[in-house]
């Protein structure tokens, strides 16, 4: 598939097997690593990543992964809703910077930083770090209802 595995960050990543210490790991999934965003603009902001392979296209998946893949993300989607009760959630799925496939489930709540007619890079603003143990409790909260 497309790309270079052996320098993809999420390749490695996916093949850690120490990742479920990680503080924002979140879950495995079907074809799929769920794990919260280091950066929480948007509280419950959270990746969702490839992890069967290094793949940068959802074309170079067969149609099953592609399935599994689209019910990997309404699975987390809705587990991020249910726990975070946004106004609207938001999906990308860019990789210019990341050539990985990778979405970007963002619940964007209406007193946001970035206004809700943009998308959390569509302006400028200040990343949110939080502490490993706030990271972690995000991805218990989210965990509980996946």
């Known amino acids: 598939m497309g790309g270079n595995e052996a320098s993809c960050g999420f390749c490695r990543q996916s ?3 120490a990742r479920r210490a990680h503080p924002r790991w979140i879950a495995g999934l079907q074809v799929s690593t769920a794990m919260v965003s280091s950066n929480q603009i948007c509280r419950g ?3 969702l ?3 069967k392979g290094h793949a940068t296209e959802l074309f170079q998946l067969t149609p099953e992964e592609q399935r599994a893949f689209a ?3 309404v699975r987390v989607a809705k587990a991020v809703h249910d726990t975070f009760r946004p106004h609207k959630m938001n999906y990308e799925l860019l990789g210019n ?3 990985h496939l990778h979405w970007h489930i963002i619940p964007r709540q209406k007193a946001d930083p970035v206004p809700l007619q943009w998308p959390i890079w569509g ?3 200040a990343e949110v770090k939080l502490s490993d143990e706030e990271y ?3 991805g218990s909260r ?3 209802h996946l």
Do not use: G, M, Q, W
């Open 15 to 17: 093949r850690d097997e």
């Open 136 to 138: 972690r409790e995000i």
């Open 97 to 99: 910077t990341a050539p």
């Open 142 to 144: 989210i965990r509980e």
């Open 45 to 47: 902001y959270v990746i």
């Open 123 to 125: 302006k400028d603003y």
């Open 71 to 73: 019910e990997d993300l």
């Open 49 to 51: 990543s490839y992890n």
